[in-house]
């Protein structure tokens, strides 16, 4: 694991709104989403926040959730007011965020979209979140992430 910084989208938005973040890189396993990325880093994959498109009412919007936690589809609905909530298609995903499926970041999307953010996220004191590359991580305090991004809270973890 190394602490190259490659220049993302995610890491120019990061830098161009003074976020500070420690950015770090690893190898890469397909299939091998927030629990490889926790077992690399060793942290708690509760802190490894995945990034997740969603079409809701045909409107795609992100929704980040704890690695280790699943979203109710049918609770994001009804909390956000739509009639169906599911994960989008792939292709559709990587047009509306400009990122390759496995490196999917919330900073520096191709196309602005509403952003829901797990509440229970806010009690932990630091998160890991992907820097917009396959096998590149951000690690930011919680002061940082919430001054990071404009999101609604959910409560959706199941």
């Known amino acids: 694991m190394s602490q190259d910084i490659p220049v993302t989208t995610a890491v ?4 161009s709104n003074n976020i500070d973040f420690e950015g770090y890189q690893y190898k890469y396993e397909e299939k091998g989403g927030t629990r490889h990325t ?10 490894v926040i995945k990034t997740l498109i969603f079409d809701a009412d045909n409107e795609l919007i ?4 704890h690695g280790d936690r699943e979203v109710s589809t049918k609770e994001l609905a009804r909390q956000i007011g739509v009639k169906k909530a599911q994960p989008a298609d792939a292709k559709k995903a990587m047009n509306a965020t400009g990122y390759q499926f496995g490196g999917t970041s919330p900073y520096g999307t191709k196309k602005k979209m509403d952003i829901f953010a797990e509440e229970s996220i806010f009690g932990l004191p630091e998160i890991y979140i992907n820097g917009g590359k396959r096998g590149f991580i951000v690690k930011l305090n919680i002061e940082e992430f919430k001054k990071s991004l404009d999101f609604n809270l959910v409560n959706v973890a199941i």
Request: hydrophobic share 55%; net charge neutral.
């Open 38 to 47: 926790a077992e690399v880093m060793q942290v708690d994959e509760h802190k």
């Open 12 to 15: 120019r938005f990061l830098r």
């Open 62 to 65: 992100i929704v980040l959730m």
